[in-house]
């Protein structure tokens, strides 16, 4: 007797048919990583992914520190900012966040998200100084982090992001075993509310991380990994719907 609410359907130019966007109020969001566009051109990647549909740019933050990788830093960030209209979504893959929000806002993030490991029981605190700069809160879950860690904020935080792959490195397989948390996750935030994934995913597990509650994809390899990137962002939206729709 599981009912979906059909609401907020749109017609769409491109395919002359009418879209389901919102079931539950959950609306599937493509969130493109820049890990995996060309770093020597990421103005023009920028650009390309925008105009190919994408909901949200996803900007991986890695201090060599909390992951094994260093990536993208606030002046990097600054230089994107220009390049598109859409949200930046800043995923703080770094020890000590607290340090680095003030430098991440400033240089035009929308959004930015913490891992709950690197926020040294510090987590209010860090949503509220996320907020204090206008911008929404995030926290991150690694594979092996239970849903309950995040429980004190609830009602707190604007997303929740569960990694299905441990961070570090594009293109890496996604860990099926993360599903049974998406849809704790789901459970405990409720339907309006933006549950993210990201890591290995494709459209076949996009599907999956949808069926469990999942509505915000991001995608590194299967968005820039792929020569036609609007087939690409299609593919992952069509999919992730399919799977919001299945029981
Ligand atoms: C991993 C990053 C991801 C990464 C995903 O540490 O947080 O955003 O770009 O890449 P794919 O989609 O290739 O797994
Ligand atoms: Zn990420």
């Given at each position: 007797?599981?009912?979906?609410?059909?609401?907020?359907?749109c017609?769409?130019?491109?395919t002359?048919?009418?879209?389901?966007?919102?079931?539950?109020?959950?609306?599937?969001?493509?969130a493109?990583?820049?890990?995996s566009a060309?770093?020597?051109?990421?103005?023009?990647e920028?650009?390309?992914?925008?105009?190919?549909g994408?909901?949200?740019l996803?900007?991986?933050?890695?201090?060599?520190?909390?992951?094994?990788?260093i990536?993208?830093?606030?002046?990097?960030?600054?230089?994107?900012?220009?390049?598109?209209k859409?949200?930046?979504?800043v995923?703080?893959?770094?020890s000590?966040?607290e340090?680095y929000?003030?430098?991440f806002?400033?240089?035009g993030?929308?959004?930015?998200?913490?891992?709950?490991?690197?926020s040294?029981?510090h987590?209010?605190?860090l949503?509220?100084l996320?907020?204090?700069?206008?911008?929404?809160a995030?926290?991150?879950?690694?594979?092996?982090?239970?849903?309950?860690?995040?429980?004190?904020?609830?009602?707190?935080?604007?997303?929740?992001?569960?990694?299905?792959?441990?961070?570090?490195?594009g293109?890496?397989?996604?860990i099926?075993?993360?599903?049974?948390?998406?849809?704790?996750?789901r459970?405990?935030?409720?339907?309006?509310?933006?549950v993210?994934?990201?890591?290995?995913?494709?459209p076949?597990?996009?599907?999956?991380?949808?069926?469990?509650g999942?509505?915000?994809?991001?995608?590194g390899?299967?968005v820039?990994?792929?020569?036609?990137?609007?087939a690409?962002?299609k593919?992952?939206?069509?999919?992730a719907?399919?799977?919001?729709k299945?029981?």
């Amino acid at each position: 007797d599981y009912k979906f609410f059909y609401s907020h359907s749109c017609y769409n130019p491109e395919t002359r048919s009418a879209l389901i966007i919102s079931i539950n109020n959950r609306v599937i969001k493509i969130a493109p990583s820049l890990l995996s566009a060309d770093f020597a051109e990421l103005g023009k990647e920028t650009q390309r992914a925008s105009s190919a549909g994408a909901d949200w740019l996803h900007v991986d933050v890695m201090d060599g520190h909390f992951v094994p990788n260093i990536t993208i830093g606030p002046v990097v960030t600054a230089a994107i900012r220009p390049h598109t209209k859409l949200p930046l979504d800043v995923h703080l893959m770094i020890s000590e966040p607290e340090k680095y929000i003030e430098p991440f806002c400033k240089a035009g993030a929308d959004m930015v998200s913490f891992h709950i490991e690197a926020s040294g029981g510090h987590s209010e605190k860090l949503v509220d100084l996320i907020k204090k700069f206008g911008k929404k809160a995030g926290v991150v879950l690694n594979p092996a982090t239970p849903a309950v860690s995040v429980g004190a904020l609830i009602g707190k935080v604007d997303y929740v992001l569960a990694m299905t792959v441990w961070p570090g490195f594009g293109g890496q397989k996604f860990i099926a075993d993360v599903l049974p948390k998406i849809k704790e996750l789901r459970l405990m935030f409720g339907n309006g509310f933006d549950v993210q994934v990201d890591g290995g995913l494709n459209p076949q597990t996009a599907f999956e991380c949808a069926r469990n509650g999942a509505n915000v994809i991001v995608a590194g390899t299967a968005v820039f990994g792929q020569k036609d990137l609007a087939a690409a962002i299609k593919a992952l939206r069509d999919n992730a719907l399919k799977g919001m729709k299945s029981p």
